[in-house]
């Protein structure tokens, strides 16, 4: 499975930014899909999480009521949407997929997409 995310760049805080990842490969719809971010200096967190069917989603605690992830199968691509961004959401975000629900070690990357957000 290869993913491709685009999307990425520079916010004032307060705004709004889409990032999406195209995922292409045998069964890739498969897949559960999300989102990871790595700021300067932090480990890689978990962001936000999908399930194949798009029925179950995870946001980490910084970003619920702020992002929201969802999947079009039809298109392999899955999305963030992210509003009321703050200063401390700055990141390289990488989207992931797993075969499985276990998101300790994502099967697939895809390259970072750099998210700033200036106050």
């Known amino acids: 499975v290869q993913l491709q995310a685009s999307g990425g760049g520079l916010v004032q805080a307060g705004g709004s930014l889409r990032l999406s990842c195209a995922a292409s490969?045998?069964?890739?719809?498969?897949?559960?899909l999300g989102w990871f971010r790595q700021a300067p200096g932090k480990e890689r967190e978990r962001v936000a999480t999908?399930?194949?069917?798009?029925?179950?989603?995870y946001y980490a605690d910084s970003v619920k009521d702020r992002f929201t992830i969802f999947r079009d199968n039809a298109k392999n691509t899955v999305f963030l949407q992210m509003n009321s961004l703050k200063p401390e959401d700055t990141a390289v975000y990488y989207c992931?997929?797993?075969?499985?629900?276990?998101?300790?070690?994502?099967?697939?990357w895809g390259q970072g997409t750099l998210v700033t957000v200036s106050s």
């Open positions: 999908i399930t194949w069917s798009g029925g179950s989603t």
């Open positions: 992931a997929a797993v075969q499985g629900s276990t998101w300790v070690r994502p099967d697939y």
């Open positions: 490969g045998r069964a890739a719809y498969m897949y559960a």
